[in-house]
C-alpha cells in the first residue's frame, strides 16, 4: 500500500508539472457549460450515455466530453461515471429518469480525474459510489492539485470551484474484481491493471458483453491514449489482456466518445506497440530523451488533434523512462 500511495502521489506531481494542451490558452478542452449529453440503448436495461457531437468530433480526431452510461436492475440502478459539474451530472440522472422510475444505487467512478468523479457530491443521498482504492487513495491525498490541474484545462466557471470530493462506498483493489448484484443482472467492476492512472476501473456487464473502460480508452481512431502518469509498458500490456477478455462480438464504452468494438482497441495497442519498438531501438542507438522525441515522430498518428501534446510530451518520455528503468526482479 505503501508503494502505491508513493507511486500516486508523485504521479500528481507529474500531472501538474506537465505542460497540459491548453496551459496557454483559455479555452478549455471542451466546454463543461455547452455539452449536452445523450443516452444509447444498447440492449434492455443498458445503455451509453455520450455528448451529442461525440460522433462528429471522434471522427475528425477531436476532443468530445466524458461519456458514461447506466444499466437498470431489478434492484435499481447502476450509473457509470458521475461527469465534470453539476449540471453534466443532471443531465446524467436526467436521462436515466427518462427510461426508469428505479433509484440510482450504485456510481463507478472508472477514474480518479474530475470528468468521471466530480459529480459524485450531486448523487441523490445513499447511492454508493465505487472506486478503486488507489483512486479513492489519490482524491484523498491530492484534491487540490487535481482541482487546479482541472481548471487549467477546462476553464473557470465551468462548476469546478464548488467540487468537494466525496468518499467512495465500495473500493475495487490491484488485481480484483467487485461484482454488483442488481438484482437480475450482475455487473463485474474490474481492475485489470495499471491503464492511466494506476486506480482505473472496467465495469463489465457480461450478460449483454458491453464494457466501460474510461479514459484508457478515449475513443476510436484517430484518437490515442494519454499517458498522463507514465506507463506505456503497464498500460500496453493491460490493453492487451483487456483485447484477450473481451468476446469478439463486445462492445465498449470508451471515455469520451461513441460505442466501439472490440477490434478498434487494436489502434490503441499498434500505437503503443510502435512506440515501444521505436523507443527502444533508438535507447539502443544511445539517442537521450530529446533526442528520442525528435526521432520517434510517428506521423501515421497525426490524425489526433491532441497528437503534439500527447505524443511527445507524454507518450513517449513514458515510453523512454520505461525502457531505461533498471529491470526488478
Ligand atoms: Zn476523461
Known sequence: MKTTFTKIALSASIAVALVSPNAQAQEPIWD???????SEKLNDNVFAVYPTNAAELGKKGGAAATSGGFIV???????????????LNKQAQDLIAAQTKKPIIYAVNTSAHGD??????????GVKIIQHANTSAYIGAHFKADTDFMLQNFGKGRGIEQIKPTPADILVGTNSTVTIDLGNKKVDIMDFGFAQTGGDLMVWDAADKVMWTGNAIITNKPALPWLLDGHLIETLETFKKIYAFL?????????HGVVMG?????????????????????????LTLEQTVE????PEYRGYVLFDWVHPKLNVPAAYKDLTKPAVK
Open 32 to 38: 463543461g457549460n455547452t455539452v449536452v449529453l445523450q
Open 262 to 286: 472490440r477490434e478498434d482497441i487494436k489502434w490503441h495497442i499498434d500505437y503503443l506497440t510502435t512506440i515501444k519498438t521505436q523507443v527502444a531501438d533508438a535507447i539502443a542507438q544511445g
Open 116 to 125: 468521471h468523479s466530480y459529480g459524485n457530491m450531486y448523487l441523490p443521498k
Open 73 to 87: 436492475g431489478d434492484k435499481g440502478v447502476l450509473m457509470i461515471e458521475t461527469m465534470l459539474n453539476q449540471r
Open 295 to 298: 526521432k520517434v515522430k510517428m
Open 247 to 255: 468476446p469478439a462480438d463486445a462492445r465498449i464504452v470508451p471515455g
